[in-house]
Nanobody, 119 residues
Framework: QVQLVESGGGLVQPGGSLRLSCAAS????????MAWYRQTPGKQRELVAA???????NYADSVTGRFTISRDTANNSVYLQMNNLKPEDTAVYYC?????????????WGQGTQVTVSS
């Protein structure tokens, strides 16, 4: 089992910045992919950014150039730096850990943190 705890959400004006943090209960080197998703009422949860243990980060088109995901193995955490925020970025943001053990993939989710972009 992996527990994930997000923090850093809040209210910010358009054009502002926020940094989300997600702390994992295990060494994240053991986690294949750390990712951030977001969800708004009535819509499916969507991938925002993913950071594989090996390989390139990938981002949703809507956040490319504005958001940056990073893994911090020393602190067992993953971060999402969000710049130039727009009202359409308003959502609950979830951290996800994807762990592959032998041939089985386990997905773990945090409780979510609200991000509201409004003037």
């Amino acid at each position: 089992q992996v527990q994930l705890v997000e923090s850093g959400g809040g209210l910010v004006q358009p054009g502002g910045s926020l940094r989300l943090s997600c702390a994992a209960s295990i060494n994240i080197f053991r986690i294949n992919v750390m990712a951030w998703y977001r969800q708004t009422p009535g819509k499916q949860r969507e991938l925002v950014a993913a950071a594989p243990r090996w390989g390139s980060r990938n981002y949703a088109d809507s956040v490319t150039g504005r958001f940056t995901i990073s893994r911090d193995t020393a602190n067992n955490s993953v971060y999402l730096q969000m710049n130039n925020l727009k009202p359409e970025d308003t959502a609950v943001y979830y951290c996800k850990a994807e762990q592959v053990v032998e041939t089985t993939t386990y997905n773990y989710w945090g409780q979510g943190t609200q991000v509201t972009v409004s003037s």
